[in-house]
């Protein structure tokens, strides 16, 4: 069965920076678009960033553009989120997802799998 796994998730200081990490087990992730998700506590997913199959394509939302970067490397099967500047409103739970019909949307529902998220706090 298809798994997605996030990491480096963690608690940093304003301005600060992180690298998500994304991969999966039983899929080559360069076979699907891929996508960064997160949720705040009482609030709905939000799409953050999503990569094509190829990689040659990104988007990315208004709050993070020129902060974070979405990359893949296709021989570790992995997709990351680097993500700078860092800003408390940035603190979520951070999920990979990955959509087998490329939409490249930011719609939940598009997104077939799913990982199991890794929190991302931005405190002083």
């Known amino acids: 069965q298809l798994q997605l796994v996030e990491s480096g998730g963690a608690l940093v200081q304003p301005g600060g920076s992180l690298r998500l990490s994304c991969t999966a087990s039983?899929?080559?992730?360069?076979?699907?678009?891929t996508a960064w998700f997160r949720q705040a506590p009482g609030k709905e997913h939000e799409g953050v960033s999503s990569?094509?199959?190829?990689?040659?394509?990104?988007n990315y939302a208004d709050s993070v553009k020129g902060r974070f970067t979405i990359s893949r490397d296709k021989p570790k099967n992995t997709v990351y989120l680097q993500m700078n500047n860092l800003k408390p409103e940035d603190t979520a739970v951070y999920y990979c997802?990955?959509?087998?019909?490329?939409?490249?949307?930011?719609?939940?529902?598009?997104?077939?799998?799913w990982g199991q998220g890794t929190q991302v706090t931005v405190s002083s």
């Open positions: 997802a990955a959509d087998l019909e490329h939409s490249m949307t930011f719609l939940a529902d598009d997104y077939d799998y």
């Open positions: 039983e899929f080559r992730l360069s076979l699907a678009t």
């Open positions: 990569i094509s199959a190829s990689g040659l394509t990104t």
